[in-house]
C-alpha cells in the first residue's frame, strides 16, 4: 500500500509518500520560518494561506521523485489535529478532495501519533513496549506505547510544554524566530555553574511537568542581574541564563524520564517531537539508558520537526488495522491523544 502523507498543523507544509513494502519513497518539508520570523512567532492566517499555496507544487515534485502518478497512490493521511485551525483545514480538504478523486481511501491522523512513531521510520526501529517522552512546543508528554493505538498518558505538562517554555524565553532574552535552536546555541557558550534554575516538580512524585515557573524565574534573574551591565557583560549575562534555564529542563525531562521507565518496567525510551532534536537532550537521555542498560531511540533530525513522512506512516498503520472515513471529514485543534 503506498499512503500519502499531508502535514499542515501549523508552520511547515510537510507531505510524503510511504510504501508498505519499500518504505519512505519521498518526502517535501517547506518551512514558513522566514515568513513569521517578522512576527516572531507564528501568525495563522498567514500560515493556512501559505499552505494553500505550496500544497499542490509540492504534490507535484514528490510525485515526480518517487517515479509515481497520482493513480498510483493507495490512500491520502492528513493530520486532522492537534493544530491550528485553519491550517488543518487546508491540509485536510486537500487531502480529502485528492482521495475522493482518486477513489482511495483518507484517514485523519493524530499530529503526535506521527510524532511518537516517526522512529519507527529508522532501519532499528523501537519495539513495543516502549516509554515515549513527546516533547514539542505543543506538549509534553510522557507515554506508554504497548503498541500501535495502545498509548496510555503517564504524564503531562501542566502549563507551558518545554518547547513554548524554550520559545517564550528566547524571546526574553532577544533572540530570533524560531526560538528553541536559538537559545540551544545560546546556552552552548554559557557558563554552566554561574546560575542553578530550579527544576520544576521534581521535588515530589509523579510524572507531570511545570514550566511556567521557570520561565518567570528567567525574567526575574535576566532583570536583577543585567543592572549596570555593558553590552559584552550583558551578552555573557544572556548566554548564561540560557545555558542554566536549558540545564534545568533538560534535568526535569530526563528525571522524569527515569521515573517513568522505572514505573513502566520498560528498557526502551524513545524521544518525539520538536525538542527532542536538542543535543544535549538526546545525551542525557543516551547515557541514562546505557546507565539502565537499556535502550534509546529518535528519529534523525529532519523527522524531529513536523513533516508528511510520520503522517504517512501512521496514516498506513491506522488504515491496514481497518480505520476509515467518510466522505465529511472534520480537524480537531484540541484532540487530547487520551482520546484515541
Known amino acids: ?28 518539508v517547506y518551512s514558513q520560518i522566514c515568513l513569521h520570523a517578522a512576527f516572531g512567532g507564528v501568525v495563522p492566517e498567514l500560515a493556512s494561506r501559505d499552505h494553500v499555496r505550496k500544497l499542490l507544487p509540492m504534490l507535484r515534485k514528490l510525485l515526480a521523485d518517487a517515479d509515481l502518478a497520482s493513480a498510483d497512490l493507495d490512500a491520502v493521511a492528513y493530520t486532522a489535529g492537534p493544530g491550528l485551525a485553519g491550517a488543518l483545514l487546508v491540509g485536510a480538504a486537500f487531502g480529502r478532495s485528492l482521495a475522493w478523486g482518486l477513489g482511495v481511501p483518507a484517514i485523519g491522523v493524530h499530529h503526535m501519533e506521527g510524532h511518537l512513531l516517526a522512529p519507527m521510520l529508522e532501519s532499528d526501529p523501537p519495539r513495543f513496549p516502549f516509554v515515549a517522552l513527546l516533547v514539542s512546543g505543543g506538549h509534553t508528554q510522557l507515554v506508554l506505547v504497548n503498541g500501535i493505538g495502545c498509548y496510555r498518558v503517564l504524564g503531562e505538562s501542566l502549563d507551558d510544554a518545554a518547547g513554548e517554555a524554550f520559545d517564550k524565553t528566547a524571546k526574553l532574552l532577544g533572540l530570533g524566530y524560531p526560538g528553541g535552536p536559538a537559545l540551544a546555541a545560546l546556552a552552548a557558550k554559557g557558563d554552566p555553574d554561574r546560575f ?13 511537568f511545570s514550566f511556567s515557573g521557570l ?18 557583560q550583558l551578552k555573557r549575562l544572556k548566554a548564561d541564563i540560557a545555558r542554566a534555564f536549558e540545564d534545568a529542563v533538560v534535568d526535569t525531562l530526563v528525571l522524569k524520564c527515569r521515573r517513568a521507565v522505572e514505573q513502566a518496567g520498560v528498557e526502551t525510551l524513545v524521544l518525539a517531537g520538536g525538542v527532542s ?26 523527522f524531529c520537526t513536523d513533516n508528511g513522512a510520520m503522517i504517512a506512516y501512521a496514516g498506513w498503520q491506522r488504515l491496514r488495522s481497518g480505520a476509515r472515513e467518510a466522505l465529511a471529514f472534520e480537524v480537531k485543534p484540541r484532540w487530547p491523544m487520551t482520546e484515541l
Open 277 to 302: 532534536a536538542n543535543l544535549q537532550l538526546r545525551a542525557r537521555v543516551d547515557r541514562l539508558m546505557a546507565e539502565r542498560g537499556g535502550r534509546a531511540c529518535y528519529s534523525r533530525l529532519e
Open 215 to 232: 520561565k518567570t524565574f528567567t525574567r526575574t534573574t535576566l532583570q536583577q542581574a543585567s543592572k549596570g551591565l555593558d553590552q559584552d
Open 196 to 208: 542553578r534554575f530550579p527544576r520544576p516538580m521534581t521535588g515530589r512524585p509523579g510524572l507531570d
Open 1 to 28: 500500500m503506498r499512503v500519502l502523507g499531508i502535514e499542515t498543523s501549523c508552520d511547515e507544509t510537510g507531505i510524503a509518500v510511504f510504501d508498505s513494502e519499500q518504505g519512505l519513497l519521498a518526502h517535501e
